[in-house]
């Protein structure tokens, strides 16, 4: 059981928040970008994942002229990016954003780094085991493991709040199986949608 849990894997994570005047790119019409998410594709900068966070709600910068950006790296702890002071990250981070051509560096404004060690609970490593692990859990009948990392699935919020929501309703019944637990999170649909806020 410990051989089956030390081996599972996480993939971590440093996101770099870059408050800006103004970006590079625009929408075709000359408007503000409307994305919310951008996958990087371009093989010479380190950054996956670009956010603006002011379009996922315009109360997310404090000036509405601004743009608040997030740039993502989907790392190891062990990589060297990870041992980078954060003023060397977000120097990394506005020059990658410049050579793609998100920002002009001069109109940067802020910067904020965070780390997030185990962001991602992956399905490799002994993870093809982890019916050892789960079988030992469910032994303990008053133990009901719950989210994210309680679980090492790849839950999202709405999968998190709904199996510590079911591990209740099973306390509450008196239930100790754990198998409407373990269910949550496996059919293969995505249930993210836009919906427009009146
Ligand atoms: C980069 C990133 C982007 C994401 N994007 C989305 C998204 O767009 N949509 C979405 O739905 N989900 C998203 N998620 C997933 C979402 O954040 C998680 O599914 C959700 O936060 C998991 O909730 P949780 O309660 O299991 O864990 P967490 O939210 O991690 O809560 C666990 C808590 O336990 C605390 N804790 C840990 N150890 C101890 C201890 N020993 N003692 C006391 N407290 C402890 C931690 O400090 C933390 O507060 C994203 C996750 C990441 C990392």
Redesign the pocket.
Known sequence: MKEVSEGLIYRD?I?VGLLARKLAVREDDGTPLKDNWIYIQEPDVQVGRLQVFNNWSPGLVADPNKVWIGL?YFCNETDPLWKLSDDEMAQLAIREAARIGILNPEDVEDAHVVH?PK??PAYFGSYDRFDVIRNYVDGFENLFL?????MHKY???????L??MTAVENIVAGVTSKANIWAVNTETDYH?EKRQVA
């Open positions: 994570f996101t993502e997030v962001a991602y719950a989210g994210r990392n309680g839950n999202n919020q709405d999968h998190s709040m199996t510590a993210e």
